[in-house]
């Protein structure tokens, strides 16, 4: 489908907005939300409710010059076993700090990469979840995998320890792409993975892909996701890349390099949408694409689809526990991060309490923004008289917002009915940029965020 978007128009919306994964989002995180605040918060989340776990490893064997993780090279396995073994305290921690034993519903391994844990570390890490809390025997296991380095014992320990899904970095397949990004992987080495872990009863299979990468043209990117198709993921993640040297110095080095500009960015973008859709591939939100029997194709149209620091997921679980460095913890109350560095991270695990650093409490109005934002992005609709009727809060807070969507309406990104706001086929890639208009502390105080398209 193609989306008629003048150039002028792209102008207007290549500003840099938040990718709401979370609201308030982190740059409203401060250190006056500690351990203290989590802990109380901890203690009355809903019993009977499972909850959700993320795992952070911020290892990896090398780095890419594009990433804009939390993420460091460490090679000795000794380091990589301890900071498992710090892992598998903070665990314990947290059980202790819940009241009651929860059930778990998801878990999530990310990076970095987290197949750098030492086979026996991941053992060790899996069986102290395990030991500290009840993970349901159809808990939706998964873990980000980097075809370069994953060793033969990986596939069959993710079954055995009972995971169920990987997401598999690839981001483009073009040699030149590649060189620049400082990530050379050919697209055999992707199948070679992907075939390994489908033999261990992995379920769902994503990849990972970015546009917008220094030398990606159309072409290029054509041939990508040609290739890509071929393996036939059940999940794909489709990110703009995010040039935000300011915060990832090593992203310079691919300044040298011709960086695609916005209107290049989102014919790529245009490309990418049209062959997977083609494909048979669902879209899903402004940035994920799956295949109609996956989970999260059934979800989205289900209504049931999330968003957290995952991105798009399927996860409905009312509280998402952050582990690790930098690890991110939301619960209804607030939102919580552990220290991102690894150091800082394993000094605050000598003291007692969880290694939070910074965070952010949230009101009745922010759960309410939240609800709109994420639904807004999760089914291209929002009745706001009906969710507004839920929180118990004014329509007129939302006036000015509405005022501001009948732009977007000249634009045929919206259509307005009463109010109901539907997103429309060519709003879709500009969700970010219509999500903003309830974003109340974004238009207090824009902050730099990454490019929106
Ligand atoms: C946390 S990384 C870890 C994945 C894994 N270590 C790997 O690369 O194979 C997860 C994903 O974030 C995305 N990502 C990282 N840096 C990005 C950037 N600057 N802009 C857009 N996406 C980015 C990539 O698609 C990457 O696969």
């Known amino acids: 489908m193609k989306q008629a978007v003048s150039f002028d128009r792209l102008a207007r919306y290549e500003g840099n907005v938040p990718r709401y994964t979370s609201y308030p989002t982190a740059v409203q995180f401060s250190d006056t939300v500690t351990f203290e605040d989590y802990k109380q918060w901890l203690q009355v989340l809903p019993r009977g409710e499972p909850v959700s776990l993320y795992l952070h490893v911020p290892f990896c064997d090398e780095l890419c010059n594009f990433c804009a993780c939390n993420t460091q090279v460490v090679h000795k396995e000794s380091l990589r076993a301890s900071y498992g073994d710090i892992l598998c305290q903070e665990l314990k921690r947290l059980a202790f700090y819940l009241d009651s034993r929860r059930s778990v519903s998801f878990i999530h391994f990310g990076g970095g990469t987290p197949t750098t844990l030492p086979v026996q570390t991941m053992k060790k890490v899996m069986n102290t979840v395990r030991e500290f809390f009840d993970v349901q025997s159809d808990a939706d296991i998964s873990i980000e995998l980097d075809p370069r380095n994953v060793s033969k014992e990986y596939p069959p320990l993710l079954d055995e320890l009972g995971f169920t899904r990987v997401s598999i970095g690839v981001q483009d397949l073009d040699p030149q792409v590649q060189r620049a990004c400082g990530r050379i992987q050919s697209k055999e080495l992707t199948a070679h993975c992907i075939a390994l872990v489908r033999d261990q009863h992995i379920q769902s299979v994503n990849i990972d892909l970015i546009y917008g990468l220094p030398n990606q043209t159309k072409h290029t990117v054509r041939e990508t996701i040609q290739s890509v198709i071929e393996l036939q993921p059940d999940r794909l993640a489709v990110f703009g890349y995010a040039h935000v040297p300011w915060k990832f110095k090593r992203q310079t080095l691919l300044e040298g390099d011709i960086l695609p500009d916005t209107v290049e960015r989102f014919q790529q973008r245009q490309i990418i949408d049209e062959l997977l859709r083609a494909a048979g591939y669902q879209v899903i939100g402004f940035d994920h694409y799956a295949l109609p029997h996956d989970t999260m194709s059934k979800?989205?149209?289900?209504?049931?689809?999330?968003?957290?620091?995952?991105?798009?997921?399927?996860?409905?679980?009312?509280?998402?526990?952050?582990?690790?460095?930098?690890?991110?913890?939301?619960?209804?109350?607030?939102?919580?991060?552990?220290?991102?560095?690894?150091?800082?991270?394993?000094?605050?695990?000598?003291?007692?309490?969880?290694?939070?650093?910074?965070?952010?409490?949230?009101?009745?109005?922010?759960?309410?923004?939240?609800?709109?934002?994420?639904?807004?992005?999760?089914?291209?609709?929002?009745?706001?008289?009906?969710?507004?009727?839920?929180?118990?809060?004014?329509?007129?807070?939302?006036m000015e917002a509405l005022d501001k969507l009948k732009e977007f309406e000249k634009d045929d990104f919206v259509e307005l009915s009463g109010y109901k706001v539907k997103v429309t086929e060519t709003g879709r890639p500009f969700l970010r940029n219509i999500a903003v208009v309830f974003d109340t502390y974004y238009r207090a105080a824009p902050q730099r965020h990454a490019q929106a398209i």
């Not at 991102?340 to 952010?360: E, F, N």
């Not at 609709?381 to 839920?390: F, G, H, R, S």
């Open 299 to 398: 979800a989205a149209q289900q209504g049931l689809l999330h968003r957290n620091f995952q991105g798009y997921t399927v996860d409905d679980a009312p509280a998402l526990l952050g582990v690790g460095a930098s690890s991110i913890s939301i619960v209804p109350q607030g939102i919580v991060q552990n220290h991102p560095s690894v150091a800082m991270y394993q000094k605050a695990m000598q003291q007692d309490g969880l290694p939070v650093v910074r965070g952010v409490k949230r009101n009745a109005e922010d759960l309410l923004r939240w609800t709109i934002i994420e639904r807004l992005m999760c089914d291209l609709y929002i009745d706001l008289e009906k969710i507004t009727a839920q929180y118990h809060q004014p329509l007129s807070l939302f």
